[in-house]
């Protein structure tokens, strides 16, 4: 969904001197253009959606466990002196409980869990395990290293002659016919993210590190 103040803002950003961004995600994240969001038919996809209720109803090998936590991952030497992991120690509320794995082991817990679950499991800066009484498997220093916190500037300001959502619902019309719009074709303002555009950029060239700015929700 395309607005005129956004591409402005865009506009102005390059005129600025930022560089246009089509894509957040490819490392660099410097510039100015559209977040890619997570959607399906009007509603925001998440990883249980997309992947878990499907699984769970399409495949009787698949177990799904709730309130349970991941303890450490078993990890087993290799010949050639490298660890392999071998399945997952699981705390299920009362005990640990083991479970091997037939072929691998996919750890997706977050940009915090799994560092702390490597780190639970031997895997990380060995000073650090060790002052903690952890065994050390594998010293590896980056892991749960380099986690920065998102910095954000969300910019104010007033507008004229130009459509915005603050327009729209400020009358009844408006939010009616936002309304009918997601009811009827799950599109429009409601089908939306709360920020469309946005910049990432310095506070002046000197600077080694890079800082959200400016998020336009239209």
């Not at 303890?71 to 399945?87: V, Y």
């Not at 996919?106 to 799994?114: E, M, N, P, T």
């Not at 986690?147 to 002659?161: E, N, Y």
Request: hydrophobic share 35%.
């Amino acid at each position: 969904m395309c607005w005129d103040v956004l591409e402005a803002f865009a506009q102005a950003a390059q005129q600025a001197g930022i560089p246009a961004s089509s894509d957040f995600n490819q490392g660099d994240n410097e510039g100015v253009g559209y977040f890619e969001v997570n959607q399906k038919d009007g509603w925001r996809w998440n990883t249980p959606k997309a992947f878990l209720r499907p699984t769970c109803y399409a495949r009787p090998n698949f177990e799904l466990w709730t309130s349970a936590q991941v303890a450490k991952l078993l990890l087993e030497a290799q010949p050639n002196g490298s660890q392999r992991c071998t399945g997952v120690q699981v705390w299920d509320g009362t005990q640990n409980v083991t479970a091997c794995a037939t072929r691998e082991v996919i750890l997706s817990a977050g940009s915090i869990g799994s560092p702390q679950i490597l780190q639970l499991s031997g895997i990380g800066p060995g000073a650090l395990l060790q002052r903690h009484g952890v065994k050390v498997v594998v010293d590896a220093p980056g892991v749960g290293a380099n986690l920065q916190d998102h910095l954000q500037l969300r910019t104010v300001f007033k507008v004229k002659g130009v459509k915005t959502l603050n327009t729209q619902v400020s009358s009844l019309w408006g939010k009616a016919r936002m309304g009918l719009e997601y009811a009827l074709k799950r599109s429009g303002p409601l089908s939306m993210g709360t920020s469309q555009l946005g910049t990432f950029t310095r506070s002046d060239p000197a600077q080694p590190h890079l800082i959200s700015g400016a998020t336009c929700s239209r």
